[in-house]
């Protein structure tokens, strides 16, 4: 079993900054593709940013420029660094993952963490 777990949630100020974690553990080979998903109040799981083994990234349009992807493969970490945070961003955050274990490759999810934007 591979467990994921997302740590670096809050609250924070409009124009404010937060850097979420996700720590992957567990019986498994290796971690490929990695993803950070959101979901606000109401309304449905979107994709926020993805990131291949190799470091390729991919971004919704809404977070280019403020959100940057990243992930530490040793440590099996992935990260998503947010900036210039809007209370538009306010939600709860998922990290999701594709582990190869010996049942072959699975997806996971996270608990999620919390995100609230406010002044």
């Known amino acids: 079993q591979v467990q994921l777990v997302e740590s670096g949630g809050g609250l924070v100020q409009p124009g404010g900054s937060l850097r979420l974690s996700c720590a992957a553990s567990?019986?498994?080979?290796?971690?490929?593709?990695m993803r950070w998903y959101r979901q606000a109040p109401g309304k449905e799981r979107e994709l926020v940013a993805t990131i291949t083994s190799a470091g390729s990234t991919n971004y919704q349009d809404s977070v280019k420029g403020r959100f940057t992807i990243s992930r530490d493969n040793a440590k099996n970490t992935m990260y998503l660094q947010m900036n210039s945070l809007k209370p538009e961003d306010t939600a709860v955050y998922y990290c999701?993952?594709?582990?190869?274990?010996?049942?072959?490759?699975?997806?996971?999810w996270g608990q999620g963490t919390q995100v609230i934007v406010s002044s």
């Open positions: 999701n993952a594709d582990a190869f274990t010996v049942s072959g490759t699975r997806n996971y």
């Open positions: 567990g019986s498994m080979f290796s971690i490929t593709g």
